[in-house]
């Protein structure tokens, strides 16, 4: 059974700073690329990042450039994807979602969430104004 989980949503002031963690159960992640997307309250779920395989290559949507960050650490066999959020703003206030692609790498569409086909349940992230 494929388990995505998510961590390290929460509540936070404007220009603050949250890390986001996932992982995952039943899955290979050291050989998928893995994405991050969000949806806020009446809005479509919107691709934030996603980075390849080993880590060497990483995407951004236009709002978040310079100011988040994605990483993996595959170290053990066991694969752990980050976001590193910084000068956070009331607008990135979403639920923020996880995702495993069966690929090696990111596609040339990585923000459509037909790209990925496992999901995490989500992170609440709250920025306050």
């Known amino acids: 059974q494929v388990q995505v989980m998510e961590s390290g949503g929460g509540l936070v002031q404007a220009g603050g700073s949250l890390r986001l963690s996932c992982t995952a159960s039943g899955l290979p992640l050291d050989y998928y690329a893995m994405g991050w997307f969000r949806q806020a309250p009446g809005k479509e779920r919107e691709g934030v990042s996603c980075?390849?395989?080993?880590?060497?290559?990483?995407?951004?949507t236009d709002s978040v450039k310079g100011r988040f960050t994605t990483s993996r650490d595959n170290a053990n066999a066991k694969t752990t994807l980050y976001l590193q959020m910084n000068s956070l703003k009331p607008e990135d206030t979403a639920m923020y979602f996880c995702?495993?692609?069966?690929?090696?790498?990111?596609?040339?569409?990585?923000?459509?969430?037909?790209?990925?086909?496992?999901w995490g349940q989500g992170t609440q992230v709250t920025v306050s104004s």
């Open positions: 980075i390849n395989w080993r880590g060497s290559s990483t995407y951004y």
């Open positions: 995702a495993a692609r069966s690929s090696t790498i990111c596609s040339t569409s990585w923000w459509s969430p037909g790209d990925f086909g496992w």
